[in-house]
T-cell receptor, first 117, second 111 residues
Framework: NAGVTQTPKFQVLKTGQSMTLQCAQD?????MYWYRQDPGMGLRLIYY???????DKGEVPNGYNVSRLNKREFSLRLESAAPSQTSVYFC????????????????FGSGTRLTVV | TQLLEQSPQFLSIQEGENLTVYCNSS?????LQWYRQEPGEGPVLLVT?????EVKKLKRLTFQFGDARKDSSLHITAAQPGDTGLYLC???????????FGGGTRLMVKP
């Protein structure tokens, strides 16, 4: 099925460890996004990529880095994990054009549940 | 930072009851979307509203966009257990640049 695939689904890290969350979409979308979801706070944008080769900071970028490897893949890296980064991480993609977002919204992956101890 | 407030945060009702949840902002939206999220899954788009005063219906769900395009509501008629989930509103402030999400309303419909 077409969509957004995230790996891994679950991860436990120790404080200070590093890891990369992977995301791939097969819908030929131009833009991709990384959000984190914490209880009562909705989804907060970490980084986004409007097109292949570009990345921009969102609302909560500190402690994260991203790579838009190609049009399909957008990875999120935690260089030195902290307990405050315990969260559920969602990758999403869309067509980067007003009418497309209005008609089709974002397509989300099923998330990565990360715990930092 | 644009702020989207959703209310109530939690709602537990019996099957067959009606309910309304709200999404409010001090800023004007270019468009607003409602998503539903089930446990262990990502949000799924329900509807997009664009024009002030617009009303859209999706079976038992009615979505309304405020005249000033600063607020929206979702009304569910005769709620069913299958409606259980987290309902998120998301505003597009920059005509397609990116979405800002509200904190969500967690709905539980008991049989």
């Amino acid at each position: 099925n077409a969509g957004v695939t995230q790996t891994p689904k679950f991860q436990v890290l120790k404080t200070g460890q590093s890891m990369t969350l992977q995301c791939a979409q097969d819908m030929n979308h131009n833009s991709m996004y990384w959000y984190r979801q914490d209880p009562g706070m909705g989804l907060r944008l970490i980084y986004y990529s409007a097109s292949e080769g570009t990345t921009d900071k969102g609302e909560v970028p500190n402690g994260y880095n991203v790579s838009r490897l190609n049009k399909r893949e957008f990875s999120l890296r935690l260089e030195s994990a902290a307990p405050s980064q315990t969260s559920v991480y969602f990758c999403a993609s869309s067509e980067f054009a007003p009418t497309r977002i209005r008609d089709y919204g974002y397509t989300f992956g099923s998330g990565t549940r990360l715990t930092v101890v | 930072t644009q702020l989207l407030e959703q209310s109530p945060q939690f709602l537990s009702i019996q099957e067959g009851e009606n309910l309304t949840v709200y999404c409010n902002s001090s800023s004007v939206f270019s468009s607003l979307q409602w998503y539903r999220q089930e446990p262990g899954e990502g949000p799924v788009l329900l509807v997009t509203v664009v024009t002030g005063g617009e009303v859209k219906k999706l079976k038992r769900l009615t979505f309304q966009f405020g005249d000033a395009r600063k607020d929206s509501s979702l009304h569910i008629t005769a709620a069913q257990p299958g409606d259980t989930g987290l309902y998120l509103c998301a505003g597009d402030y920059n005509a397609g640049n990116m979405l800002t999400f509200g904190g969500g309303t967690r709905l539980m419909v008991k049989p």
